[in-house]
């Protein structure tokens, strides 16, 4: 069974908002020692669409977990030229 040290958040997100560190941290807790539950039982507890709960942990598998996925993000970005996303360089 799940033992969470603080609940998930009660407000209704937005398709579009940003999901802050520690909530992110307590989602992927949660995936991680889920038990019975199915992952969209989780995604429904901290109120995350399912799109968004695919790319971050999609995200997680590519960049690894937290603490270390800004500085391998910012590595990609120095090899590659960013992302691919928004307007291109100058």
């Known amino acids: 069974s799940l033992v969470r040290m603080t609940s ?3 407000q209704k997100r937005s398709s579009n908002s940003h999901l ?3 909530t992110r941290a ?3 807790q949660a995936i991680d020692q889920r038990g019975d539950k199915t992952k969209r039982d989780i995604y429904r ?3 995350i669409p399912h799109t968004t709960a695919y790319r971050l942990l999609q995200q997680r598998s590519k ?3 937290l603490a270390d996925r ?4 910012r590595e990609y970005k120095k ?5 691919g ?6």
């Open 8 to 10: 998930p958040p009660s």
């Open 20 to 22: 802050d560190t520690p």
């Open 26 to 28: 307590r989602f992927f």
């Open 45 to 47: 507890e901290f109120n």
């Open 63 to 65: 960049y690894g977990k």
């Open 70 to 73: 800004r500085s391998k993000l």
């Open 79 to 83: 090899e590659h030229g960013g992302i």
């Open 85 to 90: 996303s928004g307007r291109p360089r100058k």
